[in-house]
């Protein structure tokens, strides 16, 4: 590898040689595997991890990624650097393992990814769709750790991308759980985020808010939580954020539709 490193005690098993050839050979729980990527869960010394291998970008992805103005996810230096940026500021996010990448040109690029497992969890969709409807207790709860979650990663300079429920999962009991970010190969790390990468994140949680069951006022209160000041007061402050929020959740809503897409995040 051009560049990677692991802690102890992976770094010992992997020993001298190729870590993503000793990744590749190791055998587990597959849970996605599809242009060139696979992600899948292994043990080795008594302990669980997850790894992500990836061996280069499609011309196709590449391109699309490009022609939105958007930089492409090349290899897993993205993830390593959001994974190491939310941990040091208190984020809840997977304990990064090790990671490497290989390569110059970023059509061949392979690069590796580990991360602790995060143990026994649910989605937050799995959650939301588990809460009584008259249990509104739980539901402010629940919008209130989403939101300080949300605005933490925001006060990083971390954004998302691909905000919905299945990239939050859960960990713990109900009456002291954790809210674990996930999948952040597309996230990326600034001094100070972009207002369309705000409102990509915040459309993406409200649409995914909608389609869960959630009210008008539980997304107010979401807002009023996340911007840790009055509801009114924050449209007022930030109006052109929020309409774009609002246009993407809508845009959102009309794509899925047009598509016939089953809402699953």
């Known amino acids: 590898m051009n560049h990677w490193t692991a802690i102890e005690p992976l770094?010992?098993?992997i020993g001298e040689g190729d870590p993503y050839e000793w990744l590749a050979a190791r055998s587990g729980e597959t849970f996605r595997e599809k242009g060139g990527r696979r992600t899948f869960r292994f043990d080795q010394g008594g302990q669980s991890y997850f790894a992500k291998?990836?061996?280069g970008i499609g011309v196709r992805e590449a391109l699309k990624e490009l022609?939105?103005?958007?930089?492409p996810p090349l290899d897993a230096s993205r993830e390593a650097h959001a994974l190491q940026t939310l941990r040091s500021?208190?984020?809840a996010a997977p304990t990064l393992i090790g990671w490497g990448v290989r390569g110059q040109r970023w059509l061949r690029r392979r690069s590796f990814l580990v991360?602790?497992?995060v143990g026994t969890q649910r989605t937050l969709g799995e959650v939301a769709a588990s809460l009584r409807p008259g249990d509104f207790r739980a539901r402010r709860a629940w919008i209130r750790r989403v939101a300080r979650l949300v605005a933490g990663m925001h006060a990083a300079g971390v954004n998302h991308r691909d905000l919905y429920f299945g990239h939050l999962l859960v960990r713990g009991e109900d009456r002291n759980p954790e809210i674990v970010l996930i999948d952040l190969h597309r996230a990326q790390v600034w001094t100070r985020i972009p207002e369309r990468w705000?409102?990509?994140d915040l459309g993406a949680l409200g649409f995914a808010a909608q389609n869960h069951g959630l009210s008008r006022t539980d997304l107010a209160r979401f807002v009023r939580d996340y911007a840790g000041a009055g509801y009114a007061r924050t449209i007022r402050s930030s109006p052109r954020l929020w309409r774009r929020v609002s246009a993407r959740v809508e845009r959102t809503n009309a794509e899925r539709a047009r598509k016939g897409e089953r809402f699953g995040g």
């Not at 022609?67 to 930089?71: E, Y």
């Open 11 to 13: 770094r010992s098993a």
């Open 53 to 55: 291998l990836a061996s």
């Open 67 to 71: 022609t939105s103005l958007r930089t």
């Open 89 to 91: 500021s208190g984020v």
């Open 115 to 117: 991360t602790e497992d």
């Open 198 to 200: 705000l409102a990509k």
